[in-house]
């Protein structure tokens, strides 16, 4: 019940960055520390898609790579917020990241969207006394 | 000589499964009570049968008489805390009360 709420609390409230920009991307939210696979929509002329692991945190990539897949397993970290995006690329040139506005390349369910994967510790449970 | 009952805080253990240690946070009540407040470990005891941890307060060695704010965290491995379970204004009484005064036989 409570992963739910958290969950729920999350997409309901959605963070706020220093800029005042708004994330309202694909979010996973989980208590564990297991892969998480991500996947987007195939780009027609595509050979390639690139992508980038951003660490809210530690404000710096943390994983960078290209695949010809749609789709990719990620170990990320235990806790913290790691923020992922994907470009579509050929052989002479490549897409801005799907997160931006151009819908022309890599989407997901139709629609630009990054990917926000929201990882914490599972608190302990409610305090008593005896 | 004075019986001064033990008190026991209790939570249900964390489930993540890295979790090494929890630690308790405290100020005294109706202070800001934060990451960045006193802290004691509590090591990573095992769960009753109950399912919950219990830690005999006069044994974590900070506390004296007095109502406090406290907050336990779970720790990971690689140091990271959990968000915090608090209770507010708990009283710790480790003080009996006075003796009565001497006891005397009268002979009606």
Known sequence: MKKFLYIVGFVLFPIFFANGEVLNHTIYADYTSRPVTIAWDAVSNATRY????????????ILAGSTQQTQITLTVPKTGITIFKVKACNDTECSIFAESTDAAYATVDGQPKGWVILRYLEPAGDIGIE | MAK??????????????????????????????????PNVSLGKPDADTDGKIRVDIANVGVFSDGRYDIGVVAVDDAGNESSMSTMMDVPFDFVAPDAPGTVEVEVV
């Open chain 2, 4 to 37: 001064v009952r033990s008190i026991n805080i209790t939570f249900p253990p964390s489930g993540s499964p890295d979790v090494v240690e929890y630690r308790m946070y405290y100020v005294d009540a109706g202070e800001v009570l934060n990451y960045d407040s």
């Open chain 1, 50 to 61: 690139e992508f980038e692991g951003y660490s809210y945190e530690r404000k710096a990539n």
